[in-house]
């Protein structure tokens, strides 16, 4: 059970640019450890640190108002690339729930809604919107509302976003998938009798011919 | 009602339909590496779950291990730890694994189809998005996060909706230099990177059909970077060559029961794609990528975009910032642009075919003064192969290092990596910014463009070394 997402209202932090892939959110000599914490500082680790360790100023993920911020506002196809669900862990362990994207790497919107992070998709129009909107008033909060399917700022519109149900339902409540597919005992029982698997070991075997 | 090949696939793999939800689809093979397994692992544990089919669950390690001698201990403390979890882990719930000592020990996406594990019609996943290396052989192949993994081990099975499908029609053929990467990153040049998001490319087309399963697979593992999570390949003649005799695949009776049934997998006449796209490659020349993502390619003979033609801002901003990371000014030439390391290697382009290929051409001649040039087999097995027929005496004699196998500079975890500002020419499938190392600048291309650059020591038309 984790903490459901019914509402979420903060300020948010925008990193205005499209493709961010998975080896920008966090670079992959993060990945050597065994659990899925101390990731959060890591987060966009090579844009948020020169070379020598000090800190970028001008990205607004450094700025003090970035603090407690729980939404990121970004560009297009968001999340593309590699599968690590570290790009998710990571982004929730720095605090953000809400990722707001014209669009998501596949992947990554899969993690994302594993993990209670949602993933917003709004229009390419409506993101340049939105963005001129937080050049104006950085300090204006959006409120995100997983029930009415809404993404809404003070002077903006009321713009829907869709989700599946099923996310929709799992996010709400902070259930799992696991414990769902895990209750569908019977029909992958009756699924394995129909289906045998077309690979019956995967112990290493006698190589029966010269394989070249 | 006609079918395409995904859906069939689909069909045959569901345990049970979603409505409204997305549906259960059964899992025939698992591969697991040690850097996206550990969480899973321990989500069992915390759960008191066993691993449902470990006989259908295969283990290796291949992202964080060195390529250096593998009779020393591994140096990085983080990695040692993580290949030790992954060991213990597989011991605790009775999974096979080819460790380090193995001599089926390689990337997972090598080692699937050279065990003949690799089948047409299967269901594959791993917690890697270059599984879609596996859809060469016709099977849907794709990758998924560590909670996706958990799932997958303790159910076998994974909830997923039912993906649209992409036709991409490839006809023509190959001129002398230019091979499977080259057709690729072509086609990743007009689709972008996100093209694909969404969908499953099905590969169709004369040129498809010329290509060896190595080739196709070099194709199918970049699908990905087009967005597409899988790319499949309908299996024929070539495929079930391919498979006949690996350690894995069906034998006597079996063969020919699996054949018959692998034949009716192609997708039916009149079955209809969500989308499509057609290319001729005939006159296509080799490839190379200028920017920091894969679908940032131009042939090599041509100039740097300029990124105030691009109307779109947020595409010029984004090739803007892209020459800015590599240091490339609008409208120079590539060729002649100096590198610093050439790496041929992944799961892209380290098999047989691609080593044979480099070293053909390397042979006789010398790496460039002053570049560093890495060859990084696949699999343990790829290497043998390749000893065996005397390959690493050419890149040896050439000047080039000759490494154990794994994924060494192409994802840059386990110590092979760039220093800041320095250019490479990788066979990998990732130009992204920092990729290959932090500040590591990438040009993608051909195995055998990654061979003219080594000995030229600057970007280089491979046609010039034909004989």
Redesign the interface.
Known sequence: MRTPIVRVESRAVVI????I?T??II???F??????TGLGQALFA?WRRN?DGSLRDELPLNRPEAAGCEILVT???FG??????HA?WALAEAGFRVVVAA?????FR??AL??GLLPVEVSAEQLVELHRLLDDDPARPLTVDLLAGTLTAPGWDVVPFSI???SRRMLLEGT???G???A?EP??KA??AR?P???????????????? | MPRTIVDKVWDEHLVERGEPGPDVLGIDLHLVHEVTSPQAFEGLRQRGLAVRRPDQTLATVDHSIPTSDRSLPILDDLAAAQVRRLEANCAEFGIPIHGLGSPRQGIVHVIGPELGLTQPGMTIVCGDSHTSTHGALGALAFGIGSTEVEHVLATQCLLQRRPRTFEVRIEGRLRAGVTAKDVILALLSRIGIGGGTGHVFEYTGSLIRSLGVEQRMTICNMSIEGGARAGMVAPDDTTFEYLAGRPHAPAGADWDEAVRRWRGLATDEGAVHDRSISLDVSNLGPMVTYGTNPGMGLEITGRVPEPDRLTEPAQRDAMRAALGYMDLQPGEPLLGHRIDVVFVGSCTNSRLSDLREAAHMIRGRNVAPGVRMLVVPGSSEVKRLAEAEGLDGVFRAAGAEWREAGCSMCIAMNGDELAPGQYAVSTSNRNFEGRQGRGGRTFLASPLTAVAAAVSGRLSDPRALLP
Request: charged fraction near 35%; aromatic fraction near 4%; include cysteine.
């Open positions: 205005e640019r499209d493709d892939d080896d920008q670079p992959a000599r990945l050597k450890g065994v659990d899925r090579d070379p560009g297009r196809n593309c690339g590699s599968s690590r669900e998710v669009s998501f790497g596949d992947i899969a993690n594993k993990n599946d149900a099923f799992d998938e696991l769902h597919l895990l569908l029909a992958i699924y394995e289906h698997a077309p690979v019956t070991t995967t112990r290493p075997l006698g190589d029966r011919a010269g394989v070249s």
